[in-house]
Each structure stands twice: as C-alpha cells, then as structure tokens.
C-alpha cells in the first residue's frame, strides 16, 4: 500500500465530543494537506504542513480544529466540542515536495455528527 | 466568493462519444490547473493538468484546454468509456505564501452511458 491512507474510514460522534482523525501520507512526501468536503461541494483547504510544521493553517475554519505532524510523517486532525455543522469528509493529502504540483488523496473520513 | 466555478453538477454522454467537462476561474493568480477525478468512497485521484503559459495539454483520450483571457478551461474526454463515470473537479492552484493551495470546484457528475 505506497498511497495515503486514511483513519477511520467512518465517524459517528455526538455534538460536544472530541475527535481525532489520521493520515499516513506516501512514504518520502514532505508535504502534508488537509481538505475538507461537504456534501455537493469540493474539497476546501484547511491546513498544509512542511516537515513537523504548520506551514499554513489560514483555512481552519475556528479554533475548535487544530492539526499536528510532530515527526513529520503521520498527522492528526482534532476537532473539539463537534458541531452537527462539522459532518463533512476531511481528506488528507501529500506531496513530494511543497512545490510539487500534484497532490496525492487519501479515500478519507466521513465524520457525521449528530 | 467561489474563486472556481463548474456549473454543470451533471453531464450524461452515450458511450464513444466526446464528454466535455467546464470550468471558469476568477483568480488570476492561479498559475496551473488541475483536474482530478473521483470515484464513491475514494479520495480525488489526480487526471491531468495544464501550466497557465499553455493553452492546452493532451494525454491519450484527456485533453484540456485554457483560455486565460476567458478565465475558462475545459477537459474533454474523448472517447468516452463507461469506466469514467465519476466526479470530476477542476482545481486551480496557486504559488501564495509557502504553499501551494488548491482551490476546487464543486464538481460535474459525469455518467457515460454503454
């Protein structure tokens, strides 16, 4: 498996709870990215990551959502205090390098809070 | 302010026939675009790009063309196979601040039909 995989593939979480989501990017890419996508709509940027830093993070949409990459491999999406209005597939993706045109997806985690 | 535009969200195409996907952008800086293809219960897989110095890039039945001075680009599918019914999203990108962001479109459903 050399591609971006995605934990869990499914989340059903009540309003007020805390949830972690995972990505294991492609072995070697140093850049990391996370989507974010509702129904009917694209992908929407949320968080890239160069190395273990969060390099830009100008698309989280509040301070309930924060990201971390501490080795610079697998990252962590967090979502505190979940909101019915935070049920979207979050997509992780990478690169090889942050200049590298092409991103590579993983299948995703559908989140659904209710 | 959606910054990529396609607003088609379906298009059906008889087998072996051209399918032709749109997409109109407002940014201007987006130097490169990007279609990526997506399947139920997968991640966007990517499909073809084209530099914003071109004005059209091929790659066996996919070719997509740009018209910067329409702020219009489309991909067209030729022959068409039932294999490529999916959700196709246009994306531009952008070289801003350290990354390189995508911004995507909503998407087209696109069924071929045999």
């Known amino acids: 498996g050399a591609g971006v995989s995605q934990t869990p593939s499914n989340k059903v979480t009540e309003k007020g709870k805390y949830v972690e989501l995972r990505c294991d990017p492609i072995s070697g890419h140093t850049a990391l990215y996370w989507y974010r996508q509702s129904l009917g709509q694209g992908p929407e940027f949320l968080i890239y990551f160069q190395g273990t830093g969060a390099a830009d993070d100008s698309g989280l949409p509040n301070d309930r959502f924060f990201a971390v990459r501490p080795e610079g491999s697998v990252s962590t999406l967090k979502i505190q205090r979940t909101e019915r209005g935070d049920s979207a597939v979050y997509l992780c993706a990478s690169s090889l390098t942050q200049t590298s045109n092409e991103q590579f997806f993983g299948p995703g985690t559908r989140l659904t809070v209710l | 302010d959606q910054q990529v535009k396609q607003n088609s969200p379906s298009l059906s195409v008889q087998e072996g026939r051209i399918s032709i996907l749109n997409c109109d952008y407002t940014?201007?800086?987006?130097?490169?675009f990007l279609w990526y293809k997506k399947y139920p219960a997968e991640g966007p897989t990517f499909l073809i790009s084209i530099s914003s110095i071109k004005d059209k890039n091929e790659d066996g039945r996919f070719t997509v063309f740009l018209n910067k001075s329409a702020k219009h680009l489309s991909l067209h599918i030729v022959p068409s196979q039932p294999g490529d019914s999916a959700v196709y999203f246009c994306a531009g990108e952008s070289p801003g601040g350290s990354a390189r962001q995508l911004t995507f479109g909503s998407g087209t459903q696109l069924t071929v039909l045999p």
């Open positions: 940014n201007s800086m987006f130097d490169y």
